[in-house]
């Protein structure tokens, strides 16, 4: 190369890779066998650390195909899930708000996926989104820290780090407060996950390996949303099925 720096771009994109997992090129997945179940509430995808919304379209795209209707989001900051994790927090709540209001529904279902589902969390448990939200899920979400906090220096970065500040407040009393149903779901670190994603949520939320379901199955955390095992439990979990899959 002649250049004698790297760009700003390679940059945040190298570290998207370091934190998150790696894999830009996620398996295609295939359709759900199903339980004859109706989608009933809107549902908004929320992305990780440094995730750009696009890293969710083939995961929209299908779940719009199994009859649900479907949003998605970014965490706040440039690049994305480097503000304060408050802020995309208030950024998940209002699009709970806006949802609602558009759709007219009552409650929408929410996955935040790695940083994401801190967000989620935060926003239920601190910022009015308990009322609003039937189902949440954890989708590799890193609700007690990861030392991949440790590569980036962002707010959002730091939040991440075991014994931050933020995660002492977000994990302080109950894991599931309110009536929503919270759901975990993650892939152990010896088959693609994270460290720190396989820490079960506590306090009688769902919590599920995918390699519990299909066990071996390799699955990194950055191609967590177009898994299609994963993709199988998430369909349950926004029906409020037990989670189930055929392992695709």
């Not at 995309?88 to 806006?98: E, Y």
């Not at 009536?179 to 769902?206: F, H, M």
Request: hydrophobic share 35%; net charge negative; charged share 15%.
């Amino acid at each position: 190369m002649r250049h004698p720096r790297l760009s700003a771009a390679l940059v945040a994109a190298l570290v998207i890779g370091s934190v998150l997992g790696g894999a830009m090129t996620p398996p295609v997945a295939d359709a759900h066998p199903g339980h004859g179940g109706t989608p009933t509430r809107p549902v908004l995808l929320v992305g990780g650390t440094f995730g750009p919304v696009s890293y969710m379209n083939a995961a929209k795209a299908w779940f719009q195909g199994q009859g649900f209707t479907v949003y998605s989001m970014q965490l706040s900051g440039s690049p994305p899930g480097s503000d304060d994790i408050r802020i995309s927090a208030r950024a998940v709540c209002d699009q709970i708000d806006a949802i609602r209001a558009q759709t007219g529904a009552s409650q929408v279902d929410v996955v935040g996926h790695s940083q994401g589902a801190l967000a989620v969390r935060y926003c239920v448990k601190f910022q009015g989104g308990m009322d609003d939200v039937a189902t949440m899920v954890s989708l590799g979400g890193v609700d007690y820290g990861t030392s991949r906090g440790y590569l980036c220096g962002s707010t959002g970065c730091r939040q991440m780090r075991p014994g931050s500040s933020f995660l002492t407040e977000l994990n302080a009393g109950d894991d599931t407060p309110g009536a929503v149903r919270y759901v975990k779901l993650w892939s152990y670190p010896a088959n693609g996950g994270i460290d720190g994603e396989s820490a079960p949520l506590q306090d009688g939320a769902t919590n599920v390996g995918v390699q519990d379901r299909c066990p071996g199955r390799s699955l990194d955390h950055r191609a967590e949303y177009d898994d299609g095992a994963m993709r199988d439990l998430l369909y349950d979990a926004f029906l409020q099925f037990p989670p189930t899959t055929t392992c695709p």
